[in-house]
T-cell receptor
């Protein structure tokens, strides 16, 4: 089946630094990618939707200047957590949609971010 | 707003035991319902789905029936295996068109099956 590669799988960083998370569709072109985050024992919450070549659409309450999303190609989307703080520590997961219709939605394995 | 509530875990079972993971939802329209599974170190994978009331999704011995009257989509398996140990997520989707992928998830239920 289709594969979405997410990297890194875990990262520890100091407060104030920026962290970039990559999401790649390895064997298909992803017209749309989605970024979720999950706090312990809580639901996966959609952060933003990105379409190749256009600005991302952020969900209410998500700071677009803090969580920068770039979807420069049909196979790569990146999430950059800028000036990370301990409260940004969370599990981030991406998903990629192949095509326009149908349930062709594939998930990355997630990134555990810990900000010290 | 739309929401999904799953039974809290973790759930620990012995091999060949019967499994039920409860899932209920709140939605303004008529959602499609999904169960996703995440094995250790892997991404979420679609396990099964149902798109309308009374539909039954099934895969790998797992089943779930879309119950509109009780707004539920409980996951069941008659005989679990150690290899079923994973995190299970219930999710709903209201718009299957251009916004497909904007899933609303439950919090996930960790299942551990012992030999």
């Amino acid at each position: 089946g289709a594969v979405v590669s997410q990297h890194p799988s875990w990262v520890i960083c100091k407060s104030g630094t920026s962290v970039k998370i990559e999401c790649r569709s390895l064997d298909f072109q992803a017209t749309t990618m989605f970024w979720y985050r999950q706090f312990p024992k809580q639901s996966l919450m959609l952060m933003a939707t990105s379409n190749e070549g256009s600005k991302a659409t952020y969900e209410q309450g998500v700071e677009k200047d803090k969580f920068l999303i770039n979807h420069a190609s049909l196979t790569l989307s990146t999430l950059t957590v800028t000036s990370a703080h301990p409260e940004d520590s969370s599990f981030y997961i991406c998903s990629a949609r192949a095509g326009l219709v149908g349930e062709k939605l594939f998930f990355g394995s997630g990134t555990q971010l810990s900000v010290l | 707003g739309d929401s999904v509530t799953q039974m809290e875990g973790p759930v620990t079972l012995s091999e060949e035991a019967f499994l039920t993971i409860n899932c209920t939802y709140t939605a303004t329209g008529y959602p499609s319902l999904f169960w996703y599974v995440q094995y250790p170190g892997e991404g979420l994978q679609l396990l099964l789905k149902a798109t309308k009331a009374d539909d039954k999704g099934s895969n790998k011995g797992f089943e779930a029936t879309y119950r509109k009257e009780t707004t539920s989509f409980h996951l069941e398996k008659g005989s679990v295996q150690v290899s079923d140990s994973a995190v299970y997520f219930c999710a709903l989707l209201l718009d299957g068109g251009t916004s497909y992928g904007k899933l609303t998830f439950g919090q996930g239920t960790i299942l551990t099956v012992h030999p």
